[in-house]
Structure formats: structure tokens, C-alpha cells
């Protein structure tokens, strides 16, 4: 199965766009940030419209967007240009592709992850369900753990073929998890901002480090497009 979406776009007009997606999409992100931050240094919180812990605002739906459009790439990569032995394998993309589809139409979008816990409160014994709130994360770190494990071959292949787009991908992913699991974890065992103007900030970096990573892991996957252009336009000219 081919996508063929870019057969006729130049590999070099692809690294162009990929380029200037990645910039403007950081731009765009720091944007966000000054004005998130702006927001609670001056007046203590931010706006329902620009807060980061906000529900279907701006920057959860650019959120779910963006990493909508993460997870398109992902499946995308995996069908455009197929052959034998291709790396990233279509198992790994297809894999990841999928978890990114959950986590920006469902996740990010309507915030289920805070509700994993309410299961809970239907079982008998457990008298505070509510200090289960945190059960995500740890199903949540399962799930990229079993999934570096059982791709490890996959991921060591494709850092071979290409270890730029590689790095890229894997330190977007990495980025995007430690804003998501990692800054949440602090929280929750660490330490407790409470709800005062740290845990505004703590939010506010988390939530950043979340679109940073989706950027980092949409440019690498744009630069894996661009090596299958490649070759593809080698191979037409042999």
C-alpha cells in the first residue's frame, strides 16, 4: 500500500516546509507561554481562554491539533513509498501513530486521563478513591515503557538509517512524556505546589514541554519524508 500524497513534490520543498513548520510552530508556542505566563504574574491566573489547565480552549485544542497531526505523520510514514525491511518499520509507526490518535482525539481533547481513577470508587475496600487520581500516570509510563521494550530492534534500526530524524523523534517523545508523566509525577510525589502561583508555573512549563515535544517529533518525522523523497527520486534516475 503506497501513500502518494508527495510522489510529485521535490524532496527539497519538502525540507522547506518541514523547516519552516518547525519555526513557526515554535513561535508560536512561545506566543502561548509569554502570554499564559504574563497572564498569572500579573494578575495571579490566566484567562479561561489562554490557560494552559484549561478544557477545549486555545491551547488544548492547538495541543489536540498538533498532536493529531503527529500521529497522521506517524501513519502517514507508514504507508507513503512501502518496501520490504523499511525503516522506521510500518509496525513501529503504525504502533505509535495509534497512541497519538488516542491521546489527541480522546486525552487531550476531553481530559480523561483525570477520570481513570472513578473505576475505583465502585470497588469495595477502597474508601478514598480519590487518592488515585494519579493512576494515569503509571499507566501511562507502562505503556511507553512496553512499547520501547517491545520495539527496541525496530527503534535501534531506524536510529542506523537515520540517526538525525531519529533524535528528533525520540527526544520530542522523551520531551513530550517528561511534560505530560514526568512534571506530574514530581507533583504528585515529590513535592506539592498547591495552587498558588507555582503550580501555575509548574503548569505552564509542563504544558510547554508537551507542544515542544510534539514539534521535535513532527520535524523528525518530516525528515524521514524527505529520505524516502530521496531515495525515491535516486531510484528513478538508476
Not at 495541543?63 to 510514514?77: E, R, T
Not at 504507508?79 to 503504525?94: A, I, T, W
Request: aromatic fraction near 20%; proline fraction near 4%; hydrophobic fraction near 50%.
Amino acid at each position: 500500500m503506497k501513500l502518494k500524497i508527495f510522489d510529485k513534490i521535490p524532496a527539497q520543498r519538502v525540507r522547506k516546509f518541514n523547516r519552516r513548520l518547525l519555526w513557526s510552530l515554535l513561535i508560536f508556542e512561545w506566543v502561548l507561554l509569554a502570554i499564559y505566563l504574563a497572564t498569572v504574574l500579573l494578575w495571579g491566573d490566566s484567562p479561561p481562554l489562554w490557560d494552559f489547565n484549561g478544557f477545549q480552549n486555545i491551547p488544548s485544542l492547538f495541543s489536540a491539533i498538533q498532536l493529531f497531526a503527529v500521529a497522521c505523520s506517524f501513519l502517514g510514514l507508514a504507508f507513503y513509498r512501502s518496501y520490504p525491511g523499511q525503516k522506521p518499520s510500518r509496525r513501529l509507526l503504525v504502533t505509535v501513530g495509534v497512541i497519538f490518535f488516542y491521546i489527541s482525539l480522546i486525552d487531550e481533547t476531553f481530559k480523561l486521563h483525570q477520570h481513570f481513577y472513578k473505576p475505583l470508587c465502585w470497588m469495595p475496600g477502597i474508601e478514598n478513591c480519590r487518592g488515585w487520581f494519579n493512576i494515569y500516570i503509571y499507566i501511562y509510563v507502562g505503556i511507553a515503557i512496553a512499547t520501547f521494550i517491545l520495539f527496541f530492534k525496530d527503534l535501534k534500526a531506524s536510529w542506523r538509517f537515520y540517526p538525525r530524524a531519529s533524535f528528533f523523534v525520540g527526544f520530542g517523545i522523551f520531551t513530550f512524556l517528561f511534560g505530560a508523566l514526568g512534571l506530574e509525577l514530581l507533583k504528585f510525589q515529590i513535592f506539592d505546589t498547591g495552587y498558588g502561583i507555582m503550580e501555575e508555573l509548574r503548569i505552564g512549563l509542563e504544558e510547554y514541554l508537551e507542544m515542544l515535544g510534539a514539534t521535535l517529533t513532527l520535524y523528525g518525522n518530516g525528515l524521514f519524508f524527505v529520505r524516502r523523497i530521496e531515495q525515491s527520486e535516486g531510484s528513478e534516475y538508476n
